[in-house]
């Protein structure tokens, strides 16, 4: 007996130990081999990696934070994709990182196995939980290809694929897929509860919870797990009572409520099914008073909060607005944990006064709260953000009315006395702000202050703070966490959002048009100035500074105005500041604008006012597009028809001049001016025009042209500066001109060459915008001497009217490192036959503070050199025309400014850029004088270009349409 137990020892152990030698050398394709690789695989690695990855979506569900105010989501998972998630992705996870490991050691050491497809898997499920859900995607994309006969591992994959898009917020591939894993769940028996409950979480997130119910319903039957089972119950009980049927919702949140529930669920299922009840049975009142009782139990001490909010909801239901507005105060300061439910408070106090008490400014302050406290997952948290920021332009508005009301206070002032009012204004600012521990300690507790100052002795005494030492320390840990916060309300926040100086601003400003003299609204506008310099060089001492004071005044009114009545649509507000501004200002450049806005706001309400309104529109204003508005509802649309048409019809012209085609530019031009004799791009046209009949006439009819486009368009702000630079021009240089059988003779390259008398310049901008002088350009890079100029030659100038012109050897706008793509259009351009480019405008040192950069690839340090760049969005158009119009602002508003344009091009978009700029100062007054002025410049549909500034450092950084996007959002966050 012994011998044969020998035996079989002796066998076991050579079976062993050939087992173990197989596993440890190179893997071969036999039965033995795939067996024990089959069997340390399944044992030693998906066993185990199964087990933590269960353990950790154990944990991950117990610590998972829900929003119980929403349908709660099917799966506890990581928050779902955004820009912050890619950027900065969480920290890997040990856990998650062993289950990786033990996956890549299945697929490199077990080759022939069974279980690779389970490997991938685990791969794309650990990724997934990383948050890293591009690489899940693909891992589970993979296996889905590949293991096509295993319709388990099929369909699991392309439910965990399914997942990963929806997290990539890619629904409409995510819905794809799911159509499939629907079509194959009748192919399997197990494991079907989780596509399932993917597919309703698919119909959740479309809102059709009609068709999330039934397959949710079988997911609950078929679930092994009970965690699953009880948190999609109580979904199921959600998603019935928003479609209104109670009695199963009430059920639901029943059977949850006796189950084996989280205290948590179990709560929400109770609080729901108190809701619910007080629905079915219209009994308010017991409801109220249940939800009360709740407050006595201490286990319910941490839900505070929640009872109060419900309670809230009850009283604004009933339009119970003071009750509702007292609960919902009293859950946001009973919130201790949740910060969904105190956010949700915060919103709904906000929506109170922003819809029913049309308190705005209060609105205002609540919303902020809410984007602070909200998590930025948080369905509508953008629209909500875009509320609050849109708010704050109020502020703004009504801070230049303050600092320009107290301005002309000070100008109406005599001279001591406004200097002595000046000191006041700045010695506010400058008020001793406690900054020592003594000070500190004497503001937050001043009886405690007192008796330090008067015993010494107690300083040594255990008692917090009453122990200097302490304090001290205290202190300093406070600076160095939150940095030197001053003593006030709101301390925690670095930078006080708008709103809460909103409602100082108002009071201010609004005392019947004129600011209150008080010492606290003027500390508020002292904090604009510390030295009282900024004062005494703004105060409106002239009649023309008082006018341009008021002027500012007035548009910040006006946008006042028009914010209330068109964004926030407070007709009643916007009627009282639009007659604040009539009251004031009776004689403004709005009132066509403020009577029409006034016939608008009162047309519903107030008929004998409609007809007032009207009536002034119609009679002082008879040729405004609001008189013709109102006579014709479709004037706007027609009159974007007809512009359209001008637009198209100007390049049309402008080609002709391209070809030199000058007499038929001449006819074009005067049928279109006649056909659209309104038409914004007139003056344009007039000066192609002038401009050609200076190719072909004398300068008796040059002079004829320019003078009627000043005539008849005396308020144009882009060809008539421009217009007026050439007349004087032509006056100073008469007799030049006079020998001249035509004004503006075309250029003849076998002709002497006219030179400047300056000498060659480097680093000066050259005349890039008049192609006639391309070949002086080019001879001065040749040989980059200076040359005089040669009074004989006049007449063989070609262009027909140049002052000295300093040509130079290279031009200041660096060339795009990509110069294929740069366009520059050989073609002859007028746009300035008189005034040339001189030199480059003086360096303004105004440095910017920028605000904290988000996108690490550009950066808000100060450079060199800036650019106002258009981005137009669409390489097939052409840009010639819209590059002459931006030639033509430049000679006419920045004469001498040393201005070139250029253009290059990449994916699908087109950048006009303009420089150099030696500050960003210097770009943002160029900006701010071309802007309004686009519509007209850019002859293509406003809706596809925009317009920024950008370093040169930035700039070259730009390569990709994707990247032009992104610093437009990187421009708008941080400029």
């Known amino acids: 007996m012994k011998n044969l137990q020998r035996s079989g020892l002796k066998l076991l152990l050579f079976y062993l130990g050939s087992s173990f030698l197989v596993a440890c050398s190179t893997p071969k394709d036999t039965a033995t081999s795939r067996a024990m690789q089959n069997l340390t695989a399944r044992y030693n690695y998906i066993y185990n990696a199964n087990v933590i990855l269960n353990n950790y979506e154990e944990e991950s569900y117990n610590s998972y934070i829900d929003n119980y105010s929403d349908v709660l989501p099917v799966y506890t998972d990581p928050e779902k994709f955004s820009s912050e998630t890619v950027l900065h992705p969480p920290a890997n996870d040990r856990a998650l990182d062993a289950i990786v490991k033990k996956s890549r050691a299945i697929i490199a050491d077990k080759a022939f196995s069974n279980y690779i497809d389970d490997a991938y898997l685990l791969l794309g499920k650990a990724y997934y939980l990383k948050t890293n859900y591009f690489v899940a995607e693909e891992y589970f994309d993979y296996t889905a290809k590949t293991y096509t006969k295993d319709i388990n591992v099929l369909v699991t994959a392309q439910n965990w694929k399914a997942r990963s898009l929806m997290q990539l917020n890619n629904m409409e591939d995510a819905a794809i897929i799911l159509d499939t894993v629907y079509d194959n769940l009748a192919l399997i028996k197990k494991k079907r509860s989780e596509p399932m409950a993917t597919i309703a979480q698919s119909y959740i997130y479309q809102n059709r919870y009609n068709d999330a119910i039934p397959i949710l319903e079988n997911a609950v039957k078929e679930s092994p797990l009970q965690r699953n089972r009880i948190r999609w119950t109580f979904i199921l009980a959600q998603l019935y009572e928003r479609q209104k049927k109670y009695q199963q919702a009430l059920a639901l949140y029943t059977k949850v409520q006796k189950s084996n529930a989280g205290f948590e669920l179990y709560f929400n299922a109770n609080l729901n099914k108190i809701r619910v009840t007080g629905i079915l049975n219209g009994e308010h009142l017991n409801r109220k008073k249940q939800l009360l009782a709740l407050l006595r139990d201490d286990k319910n001490l941490d839900y505070h909060d929640q009872i109060y909010y419900q309670i809230a909801e009850d009283y604004a239901e009933e339009n119970n607005l003071a009750d509702a507005e007292k609960y919902y105060k009293l859950s946001i300061r009973n919130s201790t944990k949740n910060n969904y439910q105190k956010g949700l408070s915060y919103l709904r106090m906000a929506d109170l006064n922003f819809n029913k008490h049309k308190d705005f400014l209060k609105a205002k302050s609540y919303y902020d709260s809410t984007v602070n406290t909200l998590p930025k997952n948080y369905p509508g948290y953008a629209q909500i953000l875009?509320?609050?920021?849109?708010?704050?332009?109020?502020?703004?508005?009504?801070?230049?009315?303050?600092?320009?009301?107290?301005?002309?206070?000070?100008?109406?002032?005599?001279?001591?006395?406004?200097?002595?009012?000046?000191?006041?204004?700045?010695?506010?600012?400058?008020a001793p702000v406690a900054t020592s521990t003594t000070a500190f300690r004497n503001d937050l507790f001043p009886e405690t202050g007192r008796r330090n100052n008067t015993a010494g002795a107690a300083a040594t005494s255990s008692f917090y703070f009453s122990n200097p030492a302490a304090l001290s320390r205290g202190f300093n840990d406070f600076q160095t966490r939150w940095g030197n916060r001053k003593l006030e309300d709101n301390w925690r926040q670095s930078v006080k959002s708008s709103s809460q100086t909103t409602a100082e601003s108002i009071a201010r400003v609004e005392n019947n048009g004129y600011p209150?003299?008080?010492?606290?609204?003027?500390?508020?506008?002292?904090?604009?100035?510390?030295?009282?310099?900024?004062?005494?060089?703004?105060?409106?001492?002239?009649?023309?500074?008082?006018?341009?004071?008021?002027?500012?005044?007035?548009?910040a009114y006006y946008d006042i105005a028009n914010f209330y009545q068109q964004e926030l649509d407070d007709q009643a507000e916007a009627i009282r500041i639009y007659q604040l501004i009539l009251s004031r200002f009776p004689d403004n450049s709005h009132l066509g604008s403020i009577y029409y806005s006034l016939y608008l706001c009162s047309k519903k309400t107030d008929p004998a006012n409609t007809a007032r309104y009207k009536a002034m529109v119609l009679d002082k204003f008879p040729g405004s597009i609001y008189a013709k508005t109102i006579l014709d509802p479709d004037y706007s649309v027609k009159q974007s028809d007809l512009e359209a048409a001008g637009i198209k019809k100007y390049n049309q012209i402008?080609?002709?001049?391209?070809?030199?085609?000058?007499?038929?530019?001449?006819?074009?031009?005067?049928?279109?001016?006649?056909?659209?004799?309104?038409?914004?791009?007139n003056p344009q046209l007039s000066y192609l025009r002038a401009i050609a009949i200076g190719r072909t006439q004398n300068i008796d009819s040059l002079t004829a042209a320019f003078k009627a486009i000043t005539g008849s368009y005396p308020e144009d702000k882009l060809i008539v500066p421009l217009v007026k630079d050439h007349l004087a021009y032509i006056a100073t240089h008469q007799g030049e001109f006079r020998q001249r059988k035509v004004a503006l003779p075309d250029f003849d390259p076998a002709e002497p060459r006219f030179f400047t008398s300056a000498p060659v310049a480097e680093k000066t901008v050259p005349v890039a915008t008049q192609p006639d002088l391309q070949p002086i350009v080019q001879a001065a890079k040749e040989n980059p001497v200076a040359v005089r100029q040669q009074p004989a030659a006049v007449k063989e100038n070609p262009v027909a009217v140049v002052p000295p012109v300093t040509v130079i050897a290279e031009p200041v706008v660096p060339p795009v490192t990509q110069p294929a793509a740069e366009k520059v259009t050989p073609v002859v351009t007028p746009e300035n036959p008189v005034a040339v480019i001189a030199a480059p405008i003086a360096e303004t040192?105004?440095?910017?503070?920028?605000?904290?950069?988000?996108?690490?690839?550009?950066?808000?340090?100060?450079?060199?050199?800036?650019?106002?760049?258009?981005?137009?969005?669409?390489?097939?158009?052409?840009?010639?025309?819209?590059?002459?119009?931006?030639?033509?602002?430049?000679?006419?508003?920045?004469?001498?400014?040393g201005l070139r344009h250029q253009l290059t091009e990449f994916d699908n978009d087109q950048l006009i850029y303009v420089g150099n700029f030696l500050s960003f100062a210097e770009a943002k007054s160029y900006a701010d004088?071309?802007?309004p002025q686009l519509k007209q410049i850019m002859k293509v549909p406003a809706g596809i270009y925009s317009s920024f500034i950008i370093s040169k450092e930035n700039f070259e950084k730009l390569r990709t349409k994707d990247l032009v996007t992104r610093y437009l959002e990187f421009y708008k966050n941080n400029y």
């Not at 510390?530 to 105060?539: D, F, I, M, P, R």
């Open 845 to 897: 040192p105004v440095k910017a503070i920028p605000a904290p950069v988000k996108d690490k690839t550009f950066s808000t340090d100060i450079s060199k050199v800036y650019y106002f760049v258009i981005d137009v969005a669409d390489a097939s158009l052409t840009l010639s025309s819209s590059r002459f119009g931006i030639g033509q602002f430049n000679r006419g508003n920045f004469p001498g400014g």
């Open 929 to 931: 004088g071309i802007t």
């Open 654 to 681: 402008f080609e002709l001049y391209e070809g030199k085609a000058f007499p038929a530019v001449i006819t074009e031009v005067n049928t279109t001016v006649r056909q659209y004799p309104s038409g914004l791009i």
């Open 516 to 555: 209150l003299d008080r010492i606290g609204a003027e500390k508020i506008i002292a904090d604009k100035d510390t030295s009282g310099k900024h004062y005494l060089a703004a105060v409106p001492l002239t009649p023309e500074a008082v006018n341009a004071s008021n002027v500012k005044i007035i548009d």
């Open 386 to 430: 875009k509320k609050s920021q849109n708010l704050e332009y109020i502020t703004n508005r009504y801070d230049v009315i303050a600092f320009q009301d107290t301005l002309q206070m000070l100008a109406k002032l005599p001279e001591a006395d406004r200097i002595a009012k000046i000191k006041k204004l700045t010695a506010i600012k400058t």
